[in-house]
């Protein structure tokens, strides 16, 4: 066997399994997913049946031709979501309420992760392992402590509300609120921000920073010229870390959000288990998937623009 | 009144003291040389300079005035760091515009400047590169420019050819003279290679401890040190450790143990029966078959080869006298087809002027 063919084997070899994994656990799910959005619902949930059983012969046929198709394969569930503006206007919610999720999440964890990164070296595994920490019990049981705190009998209603009610402000709700929603996902996905600042903040090369001071740049300057600019592939690797799931998330929204504060997630998740409209439901999670994937083309698209020449 | 005067600076890190009563001025226009060993201090001298660390006591004037509480974004002295520390997210102009935008330039002053210094270091054509896509060389030029391109009073240098291989390091040491005269800007310089700093620098200070050892010209550093330290540090030298028998105007005698006495030059300050080194260097030396000549004023030793060392423009040899001592010595090897003009256990003459040598006093 040359060198040649039997690296390609060992490549083949490695790259193998974890390529076999996706396409068994994400291509083909995305593709019959893709596939549903065409079809029609079935009288009681999931979709249409393509084929059917003759009770009397027991035999399995093909029950789309030619001639009927129309009556099986459709556009009508995409006319829908552009005819009816509570969709969109819901997508638009939701990329509002991840965006801020992530802008919140991206300036509190900003100096974290500077701070961490500072700390002497002795120090930083154990502040990575505290901002992780809260990993370590359930998602469901930290978005619950939530509920209580939030409650109008929690700690942080009566505080705020008796503070309020010195000036005369009549007591807030919080809990089933956009305002818990933002919150919580901010809380939840906070980690996912501290980690990748943390990793790129952590390589830099302090010699820049007292070059920068060295050529005259004062401290605000040297954070926004060397600092910021290095750290941005951590910026955007955590922006994508929190405005993907918080975008898609619906047990967040579920929990505290109340009716006002419902996000796309929980519309898809209503379509598939209580409508039991499988096609439409599969119509928004591909709306859904596009229009990030068209976020981050122009994203990538933004970050690319060629400033070589400009001084 | 000097540029640059340092006076009685100390600096310590806990109880270790990494720079120890230094004092010196520097003269505008000069090209100013730190040097010693590792760790003797040369790069904290800097960065007091530069601003990155307050001495703990003693003062620094620049142009008379005190440096001291003014923070390095404020004072007109630059660094070119070992490193170089090039941003990495800029080209090769935004590197070396920053410190006019940070000045607060008019942009198209900004453009012609940058222009101007690039043409300097001769980096025109890579003026919209990124550090990443420079060689080692470029890159050097590239700190330096930037350092250069708003005309500090002083330009502080840290050890920034010793990434460079050798043919690089000669070109750019020829380079960096011709930079220097045509900018006329101080720069003060630190190297621990002792052959760059005699060939770049108007005047050394030889460090050691945290001490000034020896301030002086190149010349006049290699030819006269003022201690063990020195001559043993620039160069290679022999030291011949010896005593003091008499001393006269213009001779003094002194006796190498198991060697005999010799004449060498007085220094200033020797009393009969002191100790010190006789520092002599091996291209001093004459070294043949049979170089006795009579004359009065040379010393005359015989001795065998004892090991030799290929150097391609010239051969070392040492030496060993007849009582055991071995003594360093060289012949360029300028003869055609010649490689070497001895080989070990051969029978040979060694014969150095009185003056050759140079007396460090213990
Ligand atoms: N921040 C610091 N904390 C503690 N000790 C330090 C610090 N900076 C330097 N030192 C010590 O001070 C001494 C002098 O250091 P310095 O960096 O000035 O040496 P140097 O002459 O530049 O050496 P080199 O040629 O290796 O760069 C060293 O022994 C070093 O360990
Ligand atoms: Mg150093």
């Known amino acids: 066997m040359s060198i040649s063919t039997s690296k390609r084997v060992s490549k083949w070899l490695i790259s193998g399994p974890p390529l076999l994994y996706l396409l068994i656990f994400f291509a083909i799910p995305t593709g019959m997913m893709a596939l549903a959005a065409f079809r029609f619902p079935g009288d009681y949930g999931g979709l249409m049946p393509l084929f059917g059983t003759d009770a009397a012969t027991g035999k399995t046929t093909l029950l789309i031709n030619a001639q009927n198709w129309h009556d099986y394969i459709t556009l009508d569930n995409f006319a829908r979501f552009f005819q009816e503006p509570v969709f969109i206007e819901l997508f638009i919610k939701s990329f509002c309420y991840a965006g801020l999720t992530t802008l919140l999440c991206l300036v509190l964890s900003y100096p974290l992760a500077w701070l961490i990164a500072r700390s002497p070296k002795k120090w930083r595994d154990l502040l990575v392992l505290l901002v992780i920490l809260p990993f370590w019990s359930n998602f469901l049981i930290r978005v619950y402590a939530w509920m209580i705190i939030l409650g109008p009998q929690g700690y942080f209603a009566k505080v705020v509300n008796g503070f309020l009610g010195m000036f005369g402000v009549e007591p807030l709700q919080f809990l089933f609120t956009p305002f818990a929603v933002v919150l919580v996902l901010v809380y939840v996905h906070l980690p996912f921000m501290v980690l990748p600042l943390y990793a790129n903040l952590e390589k830099h090369d302090m010699a820049l920073l007292d070059a920068a001071q060295d050529l005259g740049a004062s401290r605000w300057q040297r954070f926004w010229k060397v600092t910021w600019p290095l750290s941005l592939p951590g910026v955007y690797a955590g922006a994508a870390l929190v405005f993907i799931p918080a975008l898609g998330i619906f047990a967040v929204p579920d929990l505290v959000g109340g009716t006002d504060g419902i996000m796309i997630g929980n519309l898809i998740k209503q379509q598939f288990l209580d409508s039991r409209d499988w096609p439409f439901g599969s119509v928004l999670s591909i709306m859904l998937t596009l229009s990030v994937l068209i976020m981050a083309g122009l994203m990538s698209l933004l970050g690319r623009g060629g400033k070589r020449n400009a001084l | ?362």
């Open chain 2, 1 to 362: 009144m000097a540029l640059l005067e340092i006076r009685d600076v100390v600096k310590r890190f806990g109880d270790f003291t990494a720079v120890n009563h230094v004092s010196l001025s520097v003269e505008a226009g000069e090209f100013f040389t730190l040097l010693g060993p590792s760790g003797c201090g040369k790069t904290t001298l800097l960065r007091m300079l530069a601003g990155f660390e307050q001495p703990d006591s003693g003062e620094l004037l620049l142009d008379g005035k005190s440096l001291n509480g003014v923070p390095p974004e404020k004072r007109p002295v630059h660094t070119v760091f070992q490193s170089y520390a090039l941003f990495p997210h800029m080209t090769v102009q935004q590197n070396v515009a920053f410190p006019l935008k940070m000045a607060g330039v008019a942009p198209d002053q900004i453009k012609a400047r940058v222009a101007e210094v690039l043409e300097d270091v001769r980096l025109q054509q890579f003026a919209t590169r990124m550090p990443s896509e420079l060689s080692g060389g470029q890159r050097q030029r590239v700190a330096i420019a930037r350092a250069l391109v708003n005309r500090p009073r002083v330009l502080l240098l840290d050890e920034p050819l010793s990434a460079l291989d050798a043919k690089l390091r000669e070109q750019m040491q020829l380079e960096l003279i011709n930079l220097q005269k045509e900018v006329g800007i101080t720069f003060i310089y630190v190297t621990h290679d002792q052959g760059e700093a005699l060939a770049l620098s108007h005047r050394i200070a030889v460090m050691s401890q945290g001490q000034v050892e020896q301030l002086d010209a190149p010349e006049n550093i290699y030819s006269y040190p003022k201690s063990r330290f020195v001559a043993d540090f620039i160069g290679q030298c022999n030291l011949l450790d010896a005593t003091i028998r008499s001393v006269s105007a213009e001779r003094m005698q002194i006796e190498i143990e198991g060697v005999g006495t010799l004449d060498t030059l007085p220094v200033a300050g020797a009393t009969v029966g002191q100790k010190g080194t006789l520092a002599l260097r091996p291209e001093k030396i004459k070294l043949g078959a049979s170089v006795a000549t009579g004359n009065a004023d040379e010393v005359h030793f015989k001795g065998k080869v004892h090991d030799c060392l290929y150097l391609g423009d010239v051969t070392v040899y040492i030496v060993e006298l007849e009582n055991g001592m071995l003594i360093e010595t060289m012949l360029p090897n300028a003869a055609p087809g010649r490689a070497r003009f001895f080989d070990d256990n051969d029978q040979v003459e060694l014969a150095w002027r009185f003056d050759a040598g140079h007396f460090v006093l213990a």
